[in-house]
């Protein structure tokens, strides 16, 4: 009877369910004693945000992560985000081999080529590489941060400090407990280099990354796949066009007190994180209201499908921006890499868009009417922070009421989950396969 | 030769010279001597921003229109916003009868039957029965008008006011020239209601008010189209939930002084208003943050295709709707009265939607680099009112410099025309027919 019921849920209604159950946990966890520091005063709606930021490595804070938690409280909040970010690169991969529901199936069979290629061997084995794969990146983040930590904070601190933000970096959950935050490593290329690497590792997701390399040892072998090369080109594109705003908004501004290259470093920085790291090396109330505007573009556009960044992603966007330059020319086809994108794909990078512009838009219009002293910029903001799983702040999450702290938490976890999984997770309907609810292009990942 | 050179104008060419030309000849009469009252200090911009307002019947303006400029520029002004407002119509009805581009095959060939119906005989009898069908809609407005105008302002000057607003409200101009504006009118059932009506009709579109009307006189005959019926439940239910938005925000806010008749007509009055009448009975200054977020998305939907209203369209946003609506379900399907749209509607409806809002958001960001003190929510609300031509303004057109100007005037033009129209006319590629380059799907007028 249990096994029974077990089968029934199809993937989208676990993926809500762990991820529910995941923040409820969390929630209590950090209610124990000796989670939080004497002094810190956090009520019941503050902990399930915290949790939730946490599992769905989100990163915004009612309070300074490092201040306010002990030792014990932060390495639960790390271990909550490295359990959400694992949960979401896994069932991601999972989802494009074993269903074939976002990679097509030509483009299928290569990759699990390339898969089994590393003798993983089942799905076990596969959940048993990604786990490797992601703890060795991390691995390696921290003992790169650990040549500036330990000099600073002594062996023991040093270290722990270098584990925290390597794993915090490549999920992309934007904690920070480094005390003073990150802006001091606006100028170190050490610190701010590996924090902006892992994050775009993290964000491109493992497929792309074991494409990338398989493909890196062997080419002739192992093609790199249509999907990769459009997120690798956009996601260059967007960190160009990122940094070259934020250099040119800010020369004068934020960015005025640097030399010129930790004026070139701390753009570049700025322009990786809102998709999705959370960090900031600038004071984000520090920035000019155009920048505030290409930071909230930015962070609405996200990272890549199955990775550990959120927005619409990566993919959603260039398929949208190609389908808009064609019928500019009046062109029918769509062409991207000598690989015809077929009209099912644009209908679902136009829908998932309409999905995710009606969760922000709700969402905002619920912060405006609960929080209307605060300010239509910051709440927007917040809001699409919460959304796209950034984190980055101007500064007014702390000053929200219960209200608005729930409707983040619910941007929060729709947005990691994706709009369309819950939608399809309280789909009630009997059907064998939760799969075949989706539309059946399976070309590229879009959303 | 010269023959020769006009036939090489496609359509798209055609209407963005004609009103590229209409701006340039709105600018050069409005500079004689005699337009302006004496001691109005408006430069070349500013000349140039009001004639682009007008024949792109947006209704922004630099300063009040009634006490800047003198009758016979009043007038100018309304002719150039009748001369664009009946030039979308036509060119609107033309493209869907003629070339099918937006009415599928068996739906246009109805649309014939009706239109023969009238006896009007090719093209220029089609013209005919639009000027006139417009003249008599704006006839029966003036009249309803004069009935307060008159007794008001006495005779001539009662008339004057009750033509000007006539015609202003069904082009959806938003020019307004009755001193203190529409303010007082707020609670005057007779004012808002006839100018609410004119709003409506003017936003539906020559082809809906057509099938309509010829639908009552003989339903058997002929039947309400698909997109009909699309885009009159749109416009109601738009109308329904933003007076139903507004007034649950604004009932102890901006409504405060109001009788409970007076708030539903307000209220309502400022639910039609952003698509895309620009008229305002309450102090846009005077929303909540909330208010102003609903009207913002209101003036960005817009109303109908062919219509002298703005925005992505009606038929667009539903489409977006039910698509997104139809993914979380997990359809395969599209199903909208009974009939099926197409994926290529989706497609088009989500690239319509992509290309507009990289239309607004790079027009806002160059506001918010060229006019860094004014806001972040003034300059988006000015921007979606120009590149939506609603009109509506948080009062910081007139504080622009030349550059923001410069900006708005683009996106009233684009947004007038259409980006896509826009960007077809630039396409230098040689064809034979300017139309075949559309992409193929008949269905739904969309964008
Ligand atoms: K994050
Ligand atoms: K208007």
Chains 1, 2 share one sequence.
């Not at 915290?50 to 992560?65: E, H, P």
């Not at 915090?168 to 701010?192: C, E, I, K, T, W």
Request: aromatic share 8%; glycine share 12%.
């Amino acid at each position: 009877m249990s096994r029974r019921r077990r089968r029934r849920l199809n993937p989208p209604q676990l993926i809500a369910l762990v991820y529910l159950l995941g923040i409820a946990l969390g929630a209590a966890a950090l209610h124990l004693p000796g989670m939080t520091r004497p002094g810190a005063d956090l009520n019941a709606v503050d902990l399930i945000f915290t949790a939730t930021s946490a599992i769905c490595i989100t990163g915004l804070v009612v309070a300074d992560t490092g201040e306010t938690f002990t030792r014990l409280g932060q390495v639960t909040i790390l271990l909550l985000a490295q359990v959400g970010g694992l949960g979401i690169i896994t069932f991601g991969t999972l989802f494009a081999l074993l269903t074939g529901r976002r990679v097509n199936f030509s483009e299928r069979q290569q990759l699990a080529q390339q898969v089994n290629a590393l003798n993983v061997g089942g799905v076990l084995g596969l959940l048993r590489i990604i786990v490797l794969y992601t703890v060795a990146a991390q691995g390696v983040g921290t003992l790169l941060l650990s040549l500036r930590f330990v000099p600073q904070f002594g062996l023991g601190e040093g270290l722990y400090q270098s584990v925290f933000h390597a794993v915090s970096a490549y999920n992309n959950a934007g904690f920070v407990v480094v005390p003073g935050g990150m802006l001091p490593y606006a100028q170190d290329p050490l610190v701010s280099g590996v924090i902006a690497l892992l994050i775009v590792l993290g964000g491109l997701g493992f497929l792309v990354q074991l494409n990338v390399l398989t493909h890196l040892a062997s080419p002739r072998r192992n093609r790199l796949m249509v999907y990769s090369r459009l997120t690798l080109v956009t996601t260059g594109a967007l960190l160009v066009l990122g940094t070259a705003v934020l250099l040119a908004l800010e020369w004068t501004g934020a960015l005025k007190g640097l030399g010129t290259g930790g004026k070139l470093l701390t753009a570049f920085f700025q322009s990786v994180t809102p998709r999705s790291g959370g960090f900031a090396t600038v004071d984000m109330t520090a920035l000019a209201p155009g920048s505030v505007f290409v930071m909230i573009a930015l962070m609405f556009i996200g990272a890549n499908s199955g990775s550990t960044g959120g927005g619409i992603k990566t993919s959603t966007f260039a398929i949208l921006l190609v389908s808009a330059w064609n019928l500019i020319r009046g062109r029918t086809e769509l062409i991207a890499f000598g690989r015809q994108i077929v009209p099912e794909n644009v209908v679902r990078a136009g829908t998932i868009t309409t999905i995710y512009t009606l969760l922000v838009f709700t969402g905002f219009f619920l912060m405006l009417v609960t929080n209307p002293t605060l300010g239509f910029t910051p709440l927007l903001f917040e809001t699409v922070s919460a959304a796209a799983t950034v984190g980055l702040s101007l500064d007014v999450t702390h000053r929200l009421n219960d209200a608005g702290l729930t409707v983040l938490c619910a941007l929060m976890y729709l947005g990691r989950i994706g709009p369309v999984t819950f939608a399809l997770a309280l789909n009630l309907r009997e059907t064998s396969r939760g799969v075949i609810k989706y539309p059946p292009e399976r070309d590229i990942l879009v959303g």
